[in-house]
């Protein structure tokens, strides 16, 4: 009998949505969050990256798009935008979009990944970043540089920390306790096969060794789990370890998360307007119930729909659960 397909290990479990209790397998109304991942193309290629983003990916979200982002906030009951990639500093209309909702009164949430800022033709958004007072979350896999450089490839720690100084420059990260202009949130995701440790535990090593050996300040600290899709799941694949991972995340299964299941609470566009119930979802191009778009939301505001699930869910739920604000239970 041959080796197991990768959808095969991803099935070796029971099926995530028995274990879910009916009530919380449908969104929430309102919905909180407007997710918007503005394109694929990124600096980096990353080791465990779901989305597989990298510097020759070509999907880039179309303005027409991003107006309906706009709309969609506007009549949807949202009340926090969080803007994804990719890196999205290399959208070409990012600074546009930025500023249509600072006009907004909307201080936007943007996934960064601190390198991109070390680019000459990048390195203005750390002050566009001060000016529309966004609330930056930075991905920064661990506090040294052999297992950064692994998953990131060679150089990008001291890139990271370089970034993490610029926008310390303008306000961003906390000072000796002192508070920061803006808030600026590390996350952390395991670099092998593991679930996280506590928030609390890695965020006090991260300060011992980032702002002690380096002098470099964050906010705070989220940890995430790293969800069985993309190129962490094809990995794990290859070298016959997913359905040991698949197991250890069923036998962490904890029913405290499902009530805060980010799925319940956003919603994840695409580039192309597509919708889908988180950004893992989106990975594995699972689109909401219905199918409707962006400009189907920026009509009008859509009803309660139940989430669609699939086993690379027990992510979300093993431990302390994980969403992309870190524990959730």
């Known amino acids: 009998m041959g080796e197991a397909s990768l959808q095969e290990a991803m099935e070796s479990v029971a099926p995530f949505v028995s274990l879910v209790p009916q009530e919380h397998r449908v969104t929430n109304d309102p919905l909180t969050t407007l997710q918007i991942n503005v394109g694929y193309r990124c600096n980096l290629a990353c080791r465990h990256c779901h989305l597989q983003c990298g510097p020759n990916r070509e999907e880039a979200m179309g303005k027409d798009v991003m107006q309906a982002c706009l709309d969609a906030y506007d009549v949807g009951g949202f009340s926090a935008v969080d803007i994804t990639g990719g890196a999205p500093e290399m959208h070409p209309d990012m600074e546009w979009f930025l500023r249509q909702w600072s006009s907004r009164g909307v201080s ?5 990944n601190l390198c991109i800022l070390t680019d000459a033709a990048y390195e203005h958004f750390v002050a566009l970043y001060d000016e529309v007072n966004a609330q930056l979350f930075a991905s920064l896999p661990y506090y040294e540089a052999g297992n950064v450089d692994k998953i990131r490839g060679m150089g990008t720690f001291d890139a990271s920390l370089e970034g993490l100084r610029a926008l310390n420059a303008v306000g961003y990260g906390d000072h000796d306790g ?35 050996k380096h002098g470099v300040h964050f906010s705070n600290l989220v940890a995430i ?10 990995a794990l694949h290859r070298k016959g370890n997913l359905e040991g991972y698949m197991k250890r995340l069923h036998d962490a299964f904890n029913p405290a998360t499902t009530e805060g299941m980010m799925c319940r609470n956003q919603i994840s566009v695409g580039w192309d307007g597509k919708v889908y119930d988180c950004d ?8 909401i119930v219905g199918g409707a778009t962006i400009f189907d939301f920026a009509k009008e505001r ?6 669609v699930f699939a086993n690379h869910c027990y992510g979300c739920t093993a431990g302390a659960g994980s969403s992309c604000g870190g524990e959730t239970a």
């Open 108 to 112: 936007p949430i943007v996934r960064t």
């Open 178 to 212: 002192e508070g920061d202009t803006h808030p600026i949130t590390l996350v952390f995701n395991p670099a092998t096969a593991t679930l996280p440790p506590s928030q609390v535990a890695i965020e006090g090593e991260y300060r011992r060794n980032l702002t002690e």
């Open 225 to 234: 789990t790293n969800n069985p899709a993309g190129r962490f799941a094809e």
């Open 280 to 287: 893992f979802n989106q990975a594995l191009g699972l689109e």
């Open 302 to 307: 859509q009803p309660v729909r139940n989430v």
